[in-house]
């Protein structure tokens, strides 16, 4: 398995990899309808290929064999860094894949000049949380996301140089 920057040919892969999250990891948070909608909102092959051409995205993609297993979208600004998302292939689950994702991400960030990094996860994902919680995020707000047109709770979580 490795780690590389996301490239425009990688966009129906993160979008393979995002709806078997989705609707492995949110059928008690979120309703089917919505997972789909909200897939489709966030991780439609052209949005993807935009957020890919960005001068201030890390779009990052774990791969095997050709085949992406999970991706990590952050954005950075001067001196701060949001991960938005992060997500691995249930198939590829507890493999690592995602504790590379994220240190690569920070890392990369860190290597812009960020001094703090910030990264989102629904609130009601509790595994989401502990993943960032052992990676040595810890707990900075509670605010809110949309997908489609419900608010739904979300954590922020943050890490320091």
Do not use: C
Not at 38 to 55: C, M, S
Not at 56 to 75: I, N, P, Q
Not at 109 to 136: C, I, P, S, T, W
Not at 139 to 156: F, H, M, R, W
């Amino acid at each position: 398995m490795s780690v590389r920057a996301a490239m425009p040919e990688d966009a129906t892969g993160i979008l393979t990899v995002a709806q078997a999250s989705w609707e492995g990891d949110y059928p008690t948070i979120l309703s089917r309808e919505t997972a789909s909608e909200g897939v489709v909102d966030w991780y439609n092959p052209d949005l993807i290929q935009k957020e890919i051409a960005r001068t201030d995205t890390v779009m990052l993609v774990a791969e095997k064999d050709d085949t992406v297993w999970g991706f990590v979208h952050a954005l950075w600004n001067h001196d701060e860094g949001d991960i938005l998302r992060l997500y691995v292939h249930p198939e590829a689950r507890r493999s690592g894949v995602g504790t590379a994702l994220l240190q690569s991400a920070v890392t990369e960030l860190f290597d812009r000049g960020v001094d703090l990094v910030r990264a989102m996860v629904l609130k009601d994902n509790r595994l989401g949380n502990a993943f960032y919680e052992g990676y040595g995020f810890t707990l900075e707000s509670e605010g809110e996301t949309y997908i489609g047109e419900k608010a739904y709770p979300e954590a922020v979580y943050v890490i320091h140089r």
